[in-house]
């Protein structure tokens, strides 16, 4: 699922019943999401589709282990292809499990599958702003979802530390002889929120065997809110491995070229109405593909549990040996609860 608008608007439903209020808060949600998408390219002509753009199903719990400790937990499962029927869809697939502990003096630890530090205080458009997000480029970090044992700090007058490493063991299908059996790649991140303002500065070590490079990722972001408007900047880096690059006409992105990218993105919010303008630029610097992304946005809450949204991207795309323009409009619905 995309972390949009939903992520943020979903609050989780509390039973508050006799019989749940001696175990906890227990919160069942769930979301429905179809957009249409079409696309005309000058190369490659017109695609356009009816999809399921992220229909989740999810819980959470929480209870007091102590009066300054609680536990939680959080599990969330996708919705295969919603916009269809018959077998191998509905809820076929994990975003999220975990459980933890949390505290006013220590902050939170968690563990299992979850979003990773890098991705969400980075937050790039493609996975924390558009609904569709077909055409958007996205950050170069490699580590997460699974494996990971996450810890972010209490605030320190507004300062926040995050650290993650994703366990894999030598069974579960990942390491190789080669890194001794085990993998153990992490993420570390600061954060500072002042007033309107939000600094955030993150690495990503990519230490996987998935891939043949293991160049570290860094991403700087800031946000600035004054009421109505707030305005987004972003960049992310990582260096490319030496003699890797991607086949000549090649436009999509491998992090082990090596590449850097930023975004800058205005929102403004008028009453139930939401409007968006970014501009996302990223290249490679081993074949010198360069692309940049024009992205608007308007959307509308028809209430507390539904939203609909249009959506307008424009992509070009050259490598010099070939070069693509995209253009891309895209209709959505979203009902949650």
Not at 43 to 61: E, F, K, P, R
Not at 213 to 236: K, P, Q, R
């Amino acid at each position: 699922m995309k972390k949009t608008l939903l992520a943020s608007a979903i609050a989780a439903a509390t039973f508050s019943g006799a019989a749940f209020a001696q175990e906890g808060n227990l919160g069942f949600y769930g979301n429905v999401q179809y957009a249409y998408s079409y696309t005309d390219s000058d190369t490659a002509g017109y695609t356009d589709s009816h999809d399921d753009n992220g229909t989740t199903l999810g819980w959470t719990h929480s209870h007091a282990i102590s009066p300054s400790v609680e536990g939680f937990m959080k599990v969330e499962a996708e919705i295969a292809a919603a916009d269809e029927k018959g077998a191998g869809n509905g809820l076929t697939d994990l975003d999220e499990a975990y459980i933890g502990v949390r505290g006013d003096s220590f902050g939170q630890v968690w563990i299992g599958s979850d979003d990773s530090i890098y991705e969400s205080q980075l937050g790039d458009y493609g996975n924390w702003v558009f609904e569709y997000a077909a055409l958007n480029t996205y950050a170069s970090y490699t580590t997460g979802e699974g494996d990971m044992i996450q810890y972010m700090s209490p605030s320190f007058g507004g300062l926040t530390l995050s650290a993650a490493i994703q366990v894999r063991g030598n069974n579960d299908g990942y390491a190789t002889a080669s890194d001794g059996g085990q993998e153990l790649p992490y993420q570390l991140g600061v954060s500072y929120s002042m007033d309107g303002l939000t600094a955030s500065l993150v690495m990503d070590s990519n230490d996987s065997s998935a891939d043949a490079s293991n160049e570290n990722s860094y991403g700087v972001s800031f946000e600035y809110a004054m009421d109505a408007l707030v305005l987004d900047a972003y960049y992310d880096y990582r260096a490319a491995m030496e003699g890797v690059s991607a086949a000549n006409g090649d436009f999509t992105f491998d992090g082990e070229e090596g590449r850097s990218q930023i975004g800058l993105m205005g929102t403004y919010n008028l009453g139930a109405n939401t409007f968006r303008l970014a501009y996302e630029m990223a290249e490679t610097d081993a074949d010198g593909l360069e692309v940049d992304v024009l992205t608007l946005q308007a959307l509308h809450n028809v209430s507390d549990h539904m939203y609909v949204y249009t959506e307008f991207a424009r992509r070009n795309d050259e490598n010099g040996a070939a070069e693509q323009e995209r253009n891309q409009l895209n209709l959505g619905a979203v009902y949650y609860f």
